[in-house]
T-cell receptor
């Protein structure tokens, strides 16, 4: 069966420090991968999505970037964190070519920038 | 651009009360529609979905939703809620057919069920 792993679960980082959040999927090949940010009362905001290795689409201009170095690995990064980057980050995957399948989400990372 | 609107941000019900959470979307073409649920301390998970066929779809734990194309709506219902239904519920939509595959989520509705 397919599983998705996301870590760390919580992270406290100072302003100006770098960031690296990792997400890996098991049990499937060539998934679509997504990074969302969840803010209270504002739902889930799509940050990045990827349809394949090295293929990244950005939805919102921001201080973050994403990379997909391997088929089932998706990384969210920042060179210098801002206070406004605090939030709950979710990784998700869906099968290629099956838009009606729905997403499977990871457990999320609570990032606090201090 | 697609958008999703959930009318209630917070809902408080007593056990055995009926539930209806509103969801409207804006998109002119074929759509796939979803409801996700996030129980306290748990992952966001799929509750039910609609992509074709019978507009009344049934999901896990006694939930159902009805797609009304003329109203651009996909409301979630449950005849009798339980304390364990306390959670946050998200409506979501993506474009069907050959449209883009990005899924847009509503702002969520926090449901609290009083025992």
């Amino acid at each position: 069966s397919q599983t998705i792993h996301q870590w760390p679960a919580t992270l406290v980082q100072p302003v100006g420090s770098p960031l690296s959040l990792e997400c890996t999927v098991e049990g499937t090949s060539n998934p679509n991968l997504y990074w969302y940010r969840q803010a209270a009362g504002r739902g889930l905001q799509l940050l990045f999505y990827s349809v394949g290795i090295g293929q990244i689409s950005s939805e919102v201009p921001q201080n973050l970037s994403a990379s997909r170095p391997q088929d089932r690995q998706f990384i969210l990064s920042s060179k210098k964190l801002l206070l406004s980057d605090s939030g709950f980050y979710l990784c998700a995957w869906s099968p290629q070519g099956r838009k009606n399948y729905g997403y499977t989400f990871g457990s999320g990372t609570r990032l606090t920038v201090v | 651009a697609q958008s999703v609107s959930q009318h209630n941000h917070h809902v408080i019900l007593s056990e055995a009360a009926s539930l209806e959470l509103g969801c409207n979307y804006s998109y002119g073409g074929t759509v796939n529609l979803f409801w996700y649920v996030q129980y306290p301390g748990q992952h966001l998970q799929l509750l039910l979905k609609y992509f074709s066929g019978d507009p009344l779809v049934k999901g896990i734990k006694g939930f159902e939703a009805e797609f009304i194309k003329s109203k651009f709506s996909f409301n979630l219902r449950k005849p009798s809620v339980q304390w364990s239904d306390t959670a946050e519920y998200f409506c979501a939509v993506n474009a069907g057919g050959t449209g883009g595959f990005k899924t847009i989520f509503g702002a969520g509705t926090r449901l609290f069920v009083k025992a």
